[in-house]
């Protein structure tokens, strides 16, 4: 069983800084990327950034500048900080790592549960 657990989301002010972990644990054999979506209330999932096991980072055009992904394989571990920080990031975070949890085994993608990050006076 694979499990991503995210931590780090809250309530913070327009213009502040919070910093997203997600950590994978169980039987995994190698992680081939991983990332970050949202989902603000009435919208779709979308992609927020992910980076590759060769460190390729890929950003959304609404948080480039503002938000860097980063990584630490051998933890198994993603990070996001996000710094000036908008209304409208408000939404709830998921980690995403597409991963194989042996040799034999296909890519296969999973999900967090989310985290809620609130932007607001």
């Known amino acids: 069983q694979v499990q991503l657990v995210e931590s780090g989301g809250g309530l913070v002010q327009p213009g502040r800084s919070l910093r997203l972990s997600c950590a994978a644990s169980g039987s995994i054999f190698t992680i081939n990327a991983m990332g970050w979506y949202r989902q603000a209330p009435g919208k779709q999932r979308e992609l927020v950034a992910d980076?590759?096991?060769?460190?390729?980072?890929n950003y959304a055009d609404s948080v480039k500048g503002r938000f860097t992904i980063s990584d630490d394989r051998a933890k198994g571990t993603v990070y996001l900080q996000m710094n000036s920080l908008k209304p409208e990031d408000t939404a709830v975070y998921y980690c995403?790592?597409?991963?194989?949890?042996?040799?034999?085994?296909?890519?296969?993608?999973?999900w967090g549960q989310g985290t809620q990050v609130t932007v607001s006076s």
């Open positions: 980076i590759t096991t060769a460190g390729r980072t």
């Open positions: 995403n790592a597409n991963l194989q949890r042996s040799w034999h085994d296909p890519e296969s993608e999973y």
